[in-house]
């Protein structure tokens, strides 16, 4: 059974920084893309970033691109989101998630397996 576990949300000010992780067990996780999607209160969840299974390219979506980095440790099968000058429009919960085997990690419909969030406040 997969399983995600997100950590490492939290409060921030405005500009700051986070770093969330993931740790994924019940899989194989290296030949898997994964991704970190957010959402907010009545909205839908929203892409954040993907990277593929192999780890050497990602994809952002374009409210995080150049402030996030997605990255991936195969050996210890967690996953990261370093996440650089927040703002309060950033503030959402992050959820891991566990996308197609040896896939890219770009398509929101291949992610099937979902990890229970962890919140990100950001103040400003």
């Known amino acids: 059974q997969v399983q995600l576990e997100e950590s490492g949300g939290g409060l921030v000010q405005a500009g700051g920084s986070l770093r969330p992780s993931c740790a994924a067990s019940?899989?194989?996780?290296?030949?898997?893309?994964m991704g970190w999607f957010r959402q907010r209160p009545g909205e839908e969840r929203e892409f954040v970033s993907g990277i593929m299974w192999g780890g050497k390219t990602a994809y952002y979506g374009d409210a995080v691109k150049d402030r996030f980095t997605i990255s991936r440790d195969n050996a210890q099968n967690r996953l990261y989101l370093q996440m650089n000058n927040l703002r309060t429009v950033d503030t959402a919960k992050y959820f891991c998630?566990?996308?197609?085997?040896?896939?890219?990690?770009?398509?929101?419909?291949?992610?099937?397996?979902w990890g229970q969030g962890t919140q990100v406040t950001v103040s400003s």
């Open positions: 998630a566990r996308g197609s085997h040896y896939g890219l990690g770009n398509t929101r419909s291949e992610y099937t397996h």
């Open positions: 019940g899989c194989t996780f290296s030949r898997f893309a």
